[in-house]
């Protein structure tokens, strides 16, 4: 087990402090002016934000139980951690301190077992008493400016009143420690690294700025081939593929490679402008290049997900990944610029969301050179190592309930125009409409109408209208009081802001606000695929689709074929 063993100037446990004392606070057992001292010798200086520190350290030690074996969270790197090193056992280095950057000078200790602890924080509500210490924190004055005598005062005064102090509970997943497992030298760097980090290790993936300096600069993109005049090479295999274009008519491989050239093939290689050729006998070494095609099988092997894939073999260095599916594509993009970002490869692709035909094509992946240093191929399949970039999801048929609301609609004093738009909407993916029904703006008929419709077997209810600020749109009270859960409501698309998307039982919820009765396109048109496909709709997908979500409402609508939603 475990166990905090530091020497006694250190304290792990808490110990019975006394109150602190704003006219002469103690800080770790020792008085203010010894702990400045302290603080010399181990910051450098004493820092305004370590004295600080030291105060909180204090305010939150003491609240913890007696003997209580602490972990501590700092959350900003300036300062603050100091103090923690200095005044408990917990030091980054023993793991114990651990820094969540928030920028926040926020301090919690908390009981390393049970998580349970005390968070103190530097807030600003008190600080016009402490006038130096506010402008201090505010970062206001210049450093050389600083009445640093002044500044000192007011943090023993002051420092615990401006600190607000909450018992706090530590998330499981946070406690304990990350154990590194096995450690194996980087095929790149040869350092050794945790072997979870991947087939290289992470500074390679990321490229640490010693290595942009060092290693960047002298690493060549191709490997030194001699070129043979193609007169020479009669007998011999090439190297790689060759292309051949003809404007307009005709792109591709002309000669394989491996082909083994015959004094007819000269011609034809004069007549494509080639004077000379690479040579397989003249193969670079293996362990530091990788020839365009394996580079390119393997990407996009590694690419494919569930409902994609890699188009026979690789030619000329490029592979093409297709949708094995009809269905909705995904791209993991955040992993495909990472790809991106690696020298020497590239990847591209379809938006994501987009909708696509079995056997329609959706990526295509290659090497830039003819032969990639082995270095930048590691970096690449170490990122597509943490899974597949590309899935087409198939599209369910869904069961759809059709719920419109409006009292002035239900009372026959305006026709009803929204079943049909719905109804053209979802037929376009093959749904059936189980039920379809008006009901008046009361939620409690809205929430009987839900049922109802999931009685008759919909897997997808669409409700209309009743979902703007008026008194009388009551859509969303009838959905809760049927009982929505999940519920997200409001949503970056013109038109469409007032969409709803949720569930009850298992059953799929989209509103859709009044305004897709004026327009053809709206929020609707983006999110429908994404409930078939069976995607669970969540705030931060919501949140991304404020880019691209403005449509231009353009006189002749030509959605997909726009920016509107990608
Ligand atoms: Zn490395």
Redesign the pocket.
């Known amino acids: 087990m475990k166990k905090h063993t530091s020497p006694s100037t250190s304290p792990v446990a808490t110990s019975a402090s006394p109150e602190l004392d704003a006219t002469a606070p103690y800080i770790g057992g020792q008085s203010w002016p010894d702990f400045i001292e302290q603080v010399k010798l181990f910051h450098g200086y004493a820092a305004p934000g370590v004295l600080l520190g030291g105060i909180m350290v204090e305010l939150a030690r003491k609240r913890l139980p007696e003997g209580t074996l602490f972990d501590a969270l700092a959350e900003t790197y300036s300062c603050l951690p100091d103090a923690v090193q200095m005044l408990t056992a917990c030091t980054i280095g023993n793991g114990w301190l651990k820094v969540l950057d928030n920028g926040r000078y926020a301090l919690t200790l908390y009981d390393k077992y049970t998580g349970a602890g005390v968070r103190v924080a530097v807030r600003s509500d008190n600080l016009q008493n402490y006038p130096t210490l506010h402008d201090w924190l505010l970062n206001l004055v210049d450093k050389k400016d600083q009445d640093e005598n002044q500044l000192r005062e007011e943090i023993r005064t002051g420092g615990a009143k401006i600190c607000a102090i909450e018992a706090i509970q530590v998330d499981k997943n946070f406690l304990g420690k990350v154990r590194k497992g096995r450690v194996v030298p980087?095929p790149?760097?040869r350092?050794p690294?945790p072997l979870r980090d991947g087939a290289?290790?992470l500074?390679?993936q990321r490229g640490t700025p010693v290595e942009l300096i060092e290693r960047h600069s002298t690493s060549s993109l191709e490997p030194q081939l001699k070129k043979v005049p193609v007169d020479d090479a009669v007998g011999k295999a090439l190297l790689h593929d060759m292309t051949q274009i003809i404007p307009g008519r005709s792109k591709g491989p002309v000669f394989k490679a491996g082909q083994v050239l015959n004094a007819g093939d000269l011609c034809q290689l004069h007549l494509m402008g080639r004077e000379n050729v690479f040579l397989r006998d003249e193969l670079p070494d293996e362990k530091e290049w990788v020839h365009e095609n394996e580079v390119a099988a393997a990407f996009g092997k590694a690419m494919c997900g569930d409902g994609s894939t890699a188009d026979g073999e690789a030619r000329e260095g490029k592979v093409k990944i297709s949708a094995a599916v009809d269905g909705l594509f995904i791209a993991d993009e955040a992993r495909l610029e990472s790809f991106n970002a690696v020298p020497g490869v590239m990847c591209a692709s379809r938006h994501s969301y987009t909708l696509v035909k079995q056997g329609q094509a959706i990526a295509g992946t290659r090497a830039i050179p003819l032969y990639l240093p082995r270095k930048y191929y590691l970096q690449a399949t170490t990122i597509l190592e943490k899974g597949a970039l590309f899935k087409v999801l198939p599209l369910r048929k869904a069961k759809v309930g059709i719920l419109v609301t409006g009292t002035e609609v239900f009372r026959g004093l305006v026709e009803d125009k929204f079943a049909a738009i719905v109804t053209n909407k979802v037929k376009n993916f093959d749904a059936e409409i189980v039920s379809s029904e008006i009901v008046p703006d009361i939620a409690d008929e809205i929430s009987a109408g839900c049922k109802r419709a999931l009685a008759a077997g919909a897997d997808l209810i669409v409700t209309t209208a009743g979902l703007s600020v008026d008194p009388d749109d009551v859509t969303r009270k009838g959905l809760l009081a049927a009982g929505l859960k999940d519920d997200l409501f409001g949503m970056p698309v013109l038109p469409g802001a007032m969409t709803l998307t949720g569930k009850i039982a298992n059953a799929q919820i989209l509103g859709v606000p009044a305004c897709a009765l004026f327009h053809k396109i709206t929020a609707m048109d983006l999110l429908l695929p994404r409930l078939l496909a069976g995607l669970e709709i969540k705030r931060n997908d919501i949140a991304k689709l404020g880019h691209g979500g403005l449509c231009l409402e353009c006189e002749k609508c030509s959605f997909p074929h726009c920016g509107f939603g990608k």
């Open positions: 980087c790149i760097c350092e690294y290289i290790c500074g390679c």
